[in-house]
């Protein structure tokens, strides 16, 4: 089985982590269920010890219409969703123009933008323990209850490509830090905002080595350039306990730690 030494430091949106060895799976066959499954890190922050990790190979890295339907593999990256779907005018994945991942992590996450979610024109995921049809999946904000590697995800085309909805999607990036981050730290409680409760506890722009949240959005934990895990995690605790000492609100973590001595985010397959 192929291995790849990866700098994390480089490869993770948010450029925190050391160099890890991740396995490079290909098939069901080569699935270790003790490893971590990653996407392209967008939404994960590595920590000073992870789970032994892997990612999915190249073979998953495809987008094409079969019988009216969309089929799309595991590793294929946003832009190449949206570049495919610009050029065959099928709508429904403008949202996702802006928003960095691979499918299987998007699908994993149900990654959205407001109303519109990866979920919404969802048919079926195609996961090493067969395949689900997406009514018997448990979804909702930022979540989905698979506990199996998405290969592949089936949607409907239903509606042309909007290239309005691109520019405003884009719009309704302005809000947000261009430095690196891994998105939103932290799921809005229902009826609230995390960035509004990480300002209100004197958190906004706070700083510890070269992790900070944001001066332009509280709920980004950004990296100034060489931030480390364990300011990372300090501040994302230090929030948490502020937070509820404040307001008895438990902030969740949006972002996916993985971190052996964390016992937070861990999971494997
Ligand atoms: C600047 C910025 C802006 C962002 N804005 C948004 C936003 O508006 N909305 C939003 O929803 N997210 C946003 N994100 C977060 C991120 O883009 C999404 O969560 C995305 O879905 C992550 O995809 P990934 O491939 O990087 O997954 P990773 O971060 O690598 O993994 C995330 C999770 O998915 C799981 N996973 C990955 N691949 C698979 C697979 N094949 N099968 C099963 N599970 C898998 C991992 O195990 C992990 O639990 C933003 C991130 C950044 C950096």
Do not use: W
């Not at 969309?70 to 946003?78: E, F, N, R």
């Not at 610009?86 to 994993?108: A, D, Q, R, W, Y």
């Not at 691109?166 to 905002?193: H, I, W």
């Amino acid at each position: 089985m192929k291995t790849k030494l990866i700098d994390f430091s480089k490869f993770s949106s948010i450029k925190v982590g050391e160099v890890f060895d991740v396995k490079v799976v290909e098939s069901c066959d080569e699935i270790d269920t003790d490893s971590y499954l990653i996407g392209s890190c967008n939404n994960i922050l590595i920590g000073n010890t992870p789970p032994p990790l892997m990612m999915l190979g190249k073979g998953y890295d495809y987008i094409k219409i079969q019988n009216g339907v969309l089929k799309i593999g595991g590793a294929t990256p946003s832009g190449k969703i949206v570049s495919f779907c610009k050029k065959h005018n099928i709508g429904g994945f403008e949202f996702v123009s802006h928003l960095p991942g691979k499918l299987g992590g998007l699908v994993k996450m149900n990654a959205g933008l407001k109303e519109f979610e990866i979920f919404n024109n969802l048919l079926l995921v195609s996961t090493c323990q067969g395949s689900l049809k997406k009514e018997d999946i448990e979804y909702g904000y930022r979540y989905s209850d698979i506990n199996s590697p998405i290969l592949e995800a089936t949607f409907t085309i239903n509606s042309t490509f909007d290239k309005q909805k691109v520019e405003l999607f884009k719009k309704m990036r302005l809000n947000q830090p261009s430095t690196p981050s891994a998105g939103s730290c932290f799921k809005n409680p229902q009826g609230d905002y995390a960035g509004r409760l990480i300002e209100e506890v004197g958190l906004k722009g706070y700083r510890v080595g070269a992790m900070e949240f944001s001066q332009k959005h509280a709920n980004f934990l950004v990296n100034n350039g060489g931030g480390i895990y364990d300011d990372a995690i300090f501040l994302i605790k230090e929030a948490q306990k502020r937070v509820y000492e404040k307001f008895k609100i438990k902030l969740e973590c949006e972002i996916v730690i993985l971190d052996s001595m964390q016992s937070m985010e861990q999971k494997r397959f």
